[in-house]
C-alpha cells in the first residue's frame, strides 16, 4: 500500500464505524418480525394501540402505562375497590397522583367499560383488550 492509500483507508474505516452506530440507534425502535416492538414492552399481538381498561385491569397492567408506577396502580386500584367502576377516564383525576399531564398522557390508551353497560368510553377504531 502506498502512502497515497492509507488516508483513503483510515476515512473508509471511520466511514462505515459511524454508518454501524448510526443503524444501531435507527434500528432501536424498529419493529421486530418477531412480534415485539423494541422500546415499547409490548408485543405487536398486543400492540402499543391495545386499550388498557381501567376498570379491570390489575396493578401490574396499569404499570405498563406512561408515568404509572407501582404505588400509583396499587392507588387506582384501591379507588376503584372503594369507590365502584370508573364512569370515564376523566375520572383517573380523583385519583390522588394522577393530574392533567398525566391523565393526558395515558388518556390514548386506555378505555373504561362498565359492566353490565356495555362499553361506555373508548378510543374510536383502537382494538380494545
Given amino acids: 500500500m502506498d502512502e497515497a492509500q492509507k ?3 483510515a476515512y473508509v474505516a471511520h466511514a462505515v464505524l459511524a454508518l ?3 443503524l444501531a440507534f435507527a434500528l432501536k425502535n424498529v419493529s421486530l418480525d418477531s412480534g415485539y416492538q423494541a422500546g415499547s414492552g409490548r408485543s405487536a ?3 402499543p394501540a391495545a386499550l388498557i381498561n381501567i ?3 390489575t396493578a401490574a397492567e396499569l ?5 404509572i408506577g407501582e404505588k400509583l396502580a396499587e392507588r387506582i386500584v ?3 375497590k372503594q369507590n365502584g367502576a370508573f364512569g370515564s377516564i376523566d375520572d383517573l383525576k380523583k385519583v390522588r397522583g394522577i393530574g392533567s399531564a398525566k391523565l393526558e398522557a395515558v388518556r390514548p390508551l386506555v378505555r373504561v367499560d362498565i359492566k353490565g353497560k356495555g362499553e361506555m368510553e373508548r378510543n374510536a377504531g383502537t382494538p380494545v383488550r
Avoid at 404499570?63 to 408515568?67: A, H, Y
Wanted: glycine content about 10%.
Fill in 7 to 9: 488516508p483513503y483507508k
Fill in 20 to 22: 454501524a452506530v448510526f
Fill in 45 to 47: 399481538a398486543s400492540g
Fill in 55 to 57: 376498570n379491570t385491569a
Fill in 63 to 67: 404499570t405498563e402505562l406512561p408515568g
Fill in 78 to 80: 384501591e379507588y376503584r
